[in-house]
C-alpha cells in the first residue's frame, strides 16, 4: 500500500473541503479557493476533520494515482492556509530587478530590459534589488512562474551570474588558463 496515500489529510480549522461528482475537490480557506478535478479511479472521502484517498485495486498505474492524489489535496490545504513561496537570487554586476505595480522589470545584461507580469493569483516581492519572491496559493503556478523568471538567464557556471533558487547550488567551472 502507498505509505503517503494512505495518510489521512488533516483538515485545520477555517478549512472547508468539498467533493462533488467526477473527484472535483474545492477547497475554501482563508487565503483563497482552489478547485481541481482528480483521477477519477480514486475513491475520496471526507471523514471528520480529514480527508481519506484509497485506490480501487493494486495496479501500477493506480498505486502512482494514489500518492499523486493524496500530495495533491495536501498541497491545496497547505496553499488556502499558508501559502506557498520560492526565491530567487539576481546574481551578476548590473543584473537587477525592478517592480512596478504588477510589472517585474528584469535588466540581465541584455539590450533591452526583461518585462514579466504577474500571472493571475501570483504575487512576487522584491528584497533589495536582487531578491525576487514568489507567492501564491496554488503550488504548481508558483513554481512554473519562478522557474519561468529563471529562464530569462540561467546561472552559468563560470562565474556564477544568472537567475538561481536561493537553495540552488551551482556546480562551479575552473577558466581556462593561459598558454605558457
Not at 546574481?91 to 505595480?101: Q, T
Amino acid at each position: 500500500m502507498s505509505r503517503i496515500g494512505r495518510m489521512p489529510i488533516a483538515i485545520p480549522a477555517g478549512v472547508t473541503v468539498d467533493i462533488a461528482e467526477n473527484n472535483k475537490v474545492t477547497v475554501k480557506g482563508p487565503k483563497g479557493t482552489l478547485e481541481r478535478v482528480l483521477p477519477a479511479e480514486m475513491e475520496i472521502k471526507l471523514d471528520g476533520a480529514q480527508v481519506l484517498v484509497s485506490r480501487p485495486n493494486d495496479l501500477k498505474k493506480m498505486k502512482s494515482l494514489h500518492g499523486l492524489t493524496r500530495t495533491l489535496i495536501h498541497n491545496m490545504v497547505v496553499g488556502v492556509t499558508d501559502g506557498f513561496e520560492k526565491k530567487l537570487e539576481v546574481n551578476g554586476v548590473g543584473y537587477r530587478a525592478a517592480k512596478a505595480g504588477k510589472v517585474l522589470t528584469l535588466s540581465l545584461g541584455y539590450s533591452h530590459p526583461v518585462e514579466m507580469t504577474d500571472p493571475e493569483g501570483i504575487e512576487t516581492v522584491l528584497e533589495g534589488q536582487n531578491i525576487i519572491i514568489v507567492k501564491g496559493i496554488d503550488k504548481e503556478k508558483v513554481g512554473q512562474f519562478a522557474a519561468e523568471i529563471r529562464d530569462k538567464r540561467r546561472p552559468e557556471p563560470y562565474k556564477g551570474k544568472g537567475i538561481k533558487y536561493a537553495d540552488e547550488t551551482i556546480r562551479r567551472k575552473v577558466g581556462k588558463t593561459g598558454k605558457k
